[in-house]
Every structure is written in structure tokens, then in C-alpha cells.
T-cell receptor, first 112, second 115 residues
């Protein structure tokens, strides 16, 4: 099966600083890597995703990079704001079906 | 467009009992997946249904089961509850398709406490 590891488990940054969360995966067949944000009392919500034929993707203050050779992908949040405080999950899935393997989450706190 | 709706939101059961959770996906979504979320373990995949058929199954014991109806609504059942089954159970819907791998839209979850 697939194994997704995520680091760090907690991260505190000052408002305006950047935050980086890293994930590794084990199965080279995985080809879709989404990132989800979960706020307290709510279900996870997709914030950005990347497919294996792309090395980097950016959406305003959020970017994701993928290194297929090393089997790792990272989430970058620039100019962090207090509303970015939440738990972030990385995930990986293979080409068939909708079975996602999630990392254990990173609790991000942005200090005003 | 209404989101994914899960019921009940909270429930308390005792060991040995069984529980049924319900999920109504976004209109037009044919794939429904279930995940168990516990502190430190993240989200663990239970199973996925597409067009009333179980398409994928995670590594959970047979006490965990599910089904999907013709209107894409889904239920999951846990029999003979154990203390370790206490968790947030999340349902996610997606368009699905033959090859899957699409954006998951999660509900707010059903929080189960087993005493």
C-alpha cells in the first residue's frame, strides 16, 4: 500500500512569515497529491492539488511543489495571516478509484 | 449547491452496540468515501462506493460496513462497538468517474463516542 508521512506535526509562525509543510510518499504509482485545510469543527477542504506531470503549482499565497524522483511534495504558504491557522493534511492517490492516503496533519498557528 | 450532509453529528454509544451513520453527497456526485479521523492517526480510509458498488476498501475489520443507494446517499455501519472506535467519521463525495482521483468534498463529520 501507500504510506504518506507529514512533517512537522505542529508549526507556529509570525503573521507575515512563510510556512512550509513537507510530505513524503512511498508508492511511485501515486499520481495525484492534494492538500486539505481543516478548521475546528469542520471537514477538510481542498486548498490546492498537483498531479505528477507537474512540478509546481501556485494559487495566490499558496504553492505546492512535487519531486517525483525523491517522492516528496511540499506546501508553501507565504505572507501568512491569522485565518491560515488550521490543520493541514497532505494526501496521495493512485490513478484508479478514489482511495486517498493522508498524512497525519500539521497544526499551523499564525501568531498576530 | 448544498454540501455534503452527515447525520447524526454527535452520538454516544456503549461497547457492544452498533451504529449507523448517514451521508448525503453533493447532487450529481456518484462517489462516496468514508474516513475515520482520530488524533495522531489522521484520516484513515474505510471504503468508497461508486454507483452502489464498493470500489475500494481500506484495512478495517469486517465490523465496519457500508452501502450506497441508487440516489448516491450512503450509510456506514459499525457493529459490536469497541472503545477504539471513538472517532470522527467523515464522508466525502466526488464526481467519481471510472478512474476516480477527483476532488473530495467532505462533510462536517459524525463524532462517535463509545463508552
Amino acid at each position: 500500500g501507500e504510506n504518506v508521512e507529514q512533517h512537522p506535526s505542529t508549526l507556529s509562525v509570525q503573521e507575515g512569515d512563510s510556512a512550509v509543510i513537507k510530505c513524503t510518499y512511498s508508492d511511485s504509482a501515486s499520481n495525484y497529491f492534494p492538500w486539505y485545510k481543516q478548521e475546528l469543527g469542520k471537514g477538510p477542504q481542498l486548498i490546492i492539488d498537483i498531479r505528477s506531470n507537474v512540478g509546481e503549482k501556485k494559487d495566490q499565497r499558496i504553492a505546492v511543489t512535487l519531486n517525483k524522483t525523491a517522492k516528496h511534495f511540499s506546501l508553501h504558504i507565504t505572507e501568512t495571516q491569522p485565518e491560515d491557522s488550521a490543520v493541514y493534511f497532505c494526501a496521495a492517490s493512485k490513478p484508479t478509484g478514489n482511495q486517498f492516503y493522508f498524512g497525519t496533519g500539521t497544526s499551523l498557528t499564525v501568531i498576530p | 449547491k448544498a454540501g455534503v450532509t452527515q447525520t447524526p453529528r454527535y452520538l454516544i454509544k456503549t461497547r457492544g452496540q452498533q451504529v449507523t451513520l448517514s451521508c448525503s453527497p453533493i447532487s450529481g456526485h456518484r462517489s462516496v468515501s468514508w474516513y475515520q479521523q482520530t488524533p495522531g492517526q489522521g484520516l484513515q480510509f474505510l471504503f468508497e462506493y461508486f454507483s452502489e458498488t464498493q470500489r475500494n476498501k481500506g484495512n478495517f475489520p469486517g465490523r465496519f460496513s457500508g452501502r450506497q443507494f441508487s440516489n448516491s446517499r450512503s450509510e456506514m455501519n459499525v457493529s459490536t462497538l469497541e472503545l477504539g472506535d471513538s472517532a470522527l467519521y467523515l464522508c466525502a463525495s466526488s464526481l467519481g468517474g471510472v478512474r476516480g482521483t477527483g476532488e473530495l468534498f467532505f462533510g462536517e463529520g459524525s463524532r462517535l463516542t463509545v463508552l
